[in-house]
């Protein structure tokens, strides 16, 4: 087991006295430096250190008295360590060799589906069918597809929860720790300028800000072991065989009142019951980082720090210094408090001392539920179970109650500190007086509230690791965080993590393809699956000779299916294991239409006098005909190029026509049968719609359908979303333009966009930029109150920094040309 060699003098890794954060230095013995070769090799292979497993179990083949049973182990384990490193060839080999020795026992279960996926990845598909038909013969239940991790898990929860540490680029010799979301930033701890703080005497901590932290800069995996993966640097990182390196996850964030308050004039409307398109986002912010508050950062320490949900509350530790003053305790000792403050005018005020500090002890750490109303901190003041443990204090009445220490599980006599809550409710802390640490400072998690039932959970390496780790933010799924470890070089740095398995277990999916129509199974169908949350890359993987595909989905998520073969139109459904109680497997099907292809030539005369740009008139009609005009944003041209595939419902039939320079084209119908006409073109959204049938033996009718799409860079401005004066509360008429978009976010599953709210340059531009800011998020809140995944949205506040004329500051403009740079706009990320 880990030892650790710590004098009983060694000061804790955040000790709260003198007011200062003291750094623990010990020394530990790992596990893998004392062990056996193969538990040293196995430490490697559990710890992700895939290289270093390599490297051990091919040392211990070298051994011609391996017991048959470790061979097994070893070979399995040496053969899954290729794999995840994408050397697939020697993979297929170690697999291989393994299963000459015999039939798998049931820890090694899923032997036959690593190998079909080795195989599969090898280009030797009939042998990789093979494989997964005998794996479908012997699983019990129905389990692992061949996702990777990031969609999935092996044996329903059995195996570890697994994570991939990603070094940010913010990381200096400086030490940073303590991260807290705020806006679409980060707000953490670190030493001023380019002192050291790794000891009391160099230097005081302040408080710095990364308005983007989706936008942060990956520089490397790290493993549990604080080291960098082999293969992996600065300008070259991998995971498998996918490049990381320079990785971004996506983009993401006081005064008088403006006339910002008003609706856009000088632009149509879109009609969000038209297609949408593929545009491109705007460049990513800088992600420097900066400091947080000039009012906030003092000559003393600042920081960790908590926000209220609408981030217009901020509660922070700080050394016991207010108004210009400080204070010490009796023995001379300045300790630490909690405050807190208000953001007016683009600025943090009111800086208030919290009720429940003391000169006597220290008060830090602070951790605020969602809904406000329960603050957890870390004191060290008397009557605690050790040396700091974790408080709260609940708001009752517009005051703070007396704090309570949360006692056992939670609280050891060890030191407990750095809370967390998610947005579930769930608390997370570090603590060194736990069970089952790895050393130094571990974090654990448990739910709330608490009960004597409940249970306190270690998380797995590499979220924890030998070294200090603390700090730890995340969502309530814990599919993506931050945290804080001195595992690298021994000083405090920021990582980023991202789930790549399931928390608690999986679903188990059956999906199988078939032809519409006869049923017939259809495979090698290409399905795409798309999983909700940051850091998550698609996965595509193909359906066997049954038209089957099994799914192992995560919980507590949702999924989008994309289906593609050739000769066939492409489909996409949708499937969510939130709120699945159960663990029985399901199945579900899906068809796609072959194409009958009849060109769209069968119509007596398609344009009058031959002339081009003239549809015949309505008189002339011999047959009921469908006709329209594909157009684009922006100024309504048409689009050439477009593919537009019309369905007869009653027979399944198919027409096709590609439209020319002028956009138009034309069907013949038949009466009595309603039709679903598509339209799709590269680098646009696919447009949908259902055609209404035209009754029996009904005089010939001309059905009119101009289609709108979009292409990358169009921007969809939407008219009437009005705000009250110096407000962002979503008002009723604006949320009647805001359900057009939710009705064509529920049309395309795929559609990612982001919400833009501009204001004109009238006023104090702090103000503008923050007005703009909590209008597009309440946009956002809107859209996710209609069940749209707020993972599918990104709300941003330009403030008056995009005008669209000349009215900046200190140039006289009318009302209406104001009005012009007052507008909401939607930006379409990606679509297909």
């Known amino acids: 087991m880990t030892s650790l060699n710590c004098s009983a003098t060694t000061p804790y890794r955040f000790l709260i006295h003198a007011g200062i954060l003291v750094f623990l230095m010990c020394s530990l013995t790992g596990y893998a430096q004392q062990a056996l070769p193969q538990q040293k090799a196995d430490s490697y292979y559990y710890a992700q250190s895939y290289p270093l497993a390599i490297d051990g179990y091919t040392e211990l083949l070298k051994d011609a008295s391996l017991p048959s049973d470790t061979k097994k182990d070893v070979l399995f384990n040496l ?64 389990s692992y597809s061949g996702i990777s991790p990031n969609l999935s898990a092996a044996g329903a929860g059995k195996e570890k929860v697994t994570y991939r540490i990603e070094n940010l680029e913010i990381n200096s010799s400086n030490a940073e720790f303590s991260p807290a979301y705020f806006r679409d930033g980060l707000v953490y701890v670190a030493g001023k300028g380019s002192s050291s703080v790794s000891s009391p005497d160099k230097g005081y901590l302040d408080l710095y800000y990364v308005p983007e932290r989706n936008s942060l800069i990956t520089t490397g995996i790290i493993g549990a072991d604080g080291k960098q993966l082999a293969g992996t640097n600065s300008s070259q990182t991998r995971t498998g065989t996918a490049n990381v390196a320079n990785r971004r996850l996506g983009r993401d964030a006081s005064t008088a009142p403006t006339a910002n308050d008003s609706r856009t004039v000088g632009y149509a409307p879109f009609s969000f019951s038209e297609g949408l398109g593929l545009t491109s986002s705007k460049a990513a912010k800088s992600t420097a980082p900066e400091g947080f508050s000039k009012e906030l950062n003092t000559k003393y320490h600042e920081g960790p720090v908590t926000f209220s949900a609408d981030g217009s509350t901020i509660y922070f530790t700080r050394n016991n210094f207010n108004e210009g003053k400080s204070q010490k305790s009796s023995d001379n000792v300045n300790k630490l408090k909690l405050y807190s403050a208000v953001l007016q005018d683009g600025g943090w005020t009111n800086v208030q001392e919290l009720p429940f500090n003391s000169d006597e002890y220290s008060t830090g750490h602070p951790a605020l539920s969602r809904d406000g109303r329960s603050l957890y901190f870390v004191s060290d003041r008397p009557g605690g179970l ?68 409940t249970e306190v959970t270690h998380l797995d390496s590499p979220i924890n690791s030998k070294a200090d780790d603390f700090g730890l933010i995340t969502d309530g799924r814990r599919s993506m965080g931050f945290l804080s470890s001195n595992r690298r070089n021994g000083d405090d740095d920021i990582f980023r993590f991202v789930r790549e398995s399931a928390l608690s277990g999986c679903r188990n999916l059956t999906l199988r393809v078939f032809e519409e129509g006869n049923y017939a199974s259809l495979d090698s169908v290409e399905v795409t699956i798309k999983a909700r949350g940051e850091g998550r890359d698609e996965q595509k993987l ?62 007596p005369s398609r344009m009058s006098s031959g002339a081009e740009d003239t549809w015949e008139s309505d008189a002339m009609l011999s047959v009921s005909t469908l006709r329209g005009t594909v157009t684009g944003e922006p100024g309504k041209s048409p689009i050439e190029g477009v593919k537009l595939i019309l369905k007869n419902e009653c027979d399944g039939s198919i027409k096709q026509t590609v439209t020319g320079p002028n956009g138009r084209f034309e069907f013949a ?84 966009i982001e919400i833009g709210s501009h204001t004109d340059s009238q006023g104090n531009d702090k103000f503008n ?64």
């Not at 993979?91 to 026992?105: D, S, V």
């Not at 010939?700 to 799409?709: D, F, G, I, T």
């Open 386 to 453: 050790g040396g700091t443990d974790v408080y709260v204090a609940r708001q009752e009445n517009g005051s703070w109650s007396q704090p309570v220490n949360l006692g056992a599980p939670v609280n050891t006599k060890g030191d407990e500190m750095f809370p967390f809550i998610d947005e579930s409710g769930n608390l997370y802390f570090a603590s060194n007086g736990q069970a089952n640490g790895l050393g130094g400072l571990d974090i654990y998690f448990t739910q709330l509230p608490l009960k004597s039932t």
């Open 769 to 832: 930029q923050y007005l703009s800011e909590r209008r597009a998020k309440a946009a956002l809140n809107y859209l996710a109150s209609k069940g749209i995944s707020r993972n599918r949205m990104t709300a941003r506040g330009y403030g008056e920094e995009q005008l669209l004329n000349q009215c900046k500051d200190g140039v006289l403009c009318t009302e209406e040309e104001h009005q012009r740079n007052r507008r909401t706009e939607f930006k379409v990320i990606s679509i297909r």
């Open 79 to 142: 053969a899954n360590a290729y794999r995840q490193v994408g050397d697939f060839v020697k993979a297929e080999t170690k697999f291989r060799e393994f299963l000459e020795m015999g039939e798998p026992m049931e820890k090694h279960a899923l032997a036959y589906l690593h190998y079909a996926q080795t195989l599969g990845n090898n280009g030797k598909i009939q042998q990789a069918q093979e494989m997964f038909e005998r794996y479908e013969a012997i699983k019990k239940p129905l």
């Open 669 to 752: 119908l038949k009466e009595g049968c309603g039709y679903t006409l598509v339209a799709s073109k590269p680098s646009y959204g696919t447009n949908t719609n259902a055609i209404t049938k035209i009754p029996a033996k009904s005089t010939p009718k001309l059905v009119s359908a101009n289609l709108q799409m979009l292409k990358a860079g169009d921007l969809v401005l939407l008219d009437n979303i009005l705000y009250d004066t110096g407000k962002w509360d979503i008002r009723k008429d604006a949320a009647r333009e805001l359900d057009k978009m939710v009705t064509t976010m529920r049309k395309y599953p795929s559609l990612k």
């Open 542 to 603: 193909f359906t066997n000779s049954d038209g089957v595909v099994a799914l192992c989905l995560e919980a507590e998520n949702d999924f989008l299916f994309e289906l593609a073969k050739d000769g066939y139109v492409s489909g996409t459904l949708g499937f969510s294991t939130t709120g699945l109680t159960d663990d029985k497997p399901t199945q579900m099907g899906a068809s796609l239409l072959k194409f009958i292809i009849e060109e769209a030539d069968s119509l």
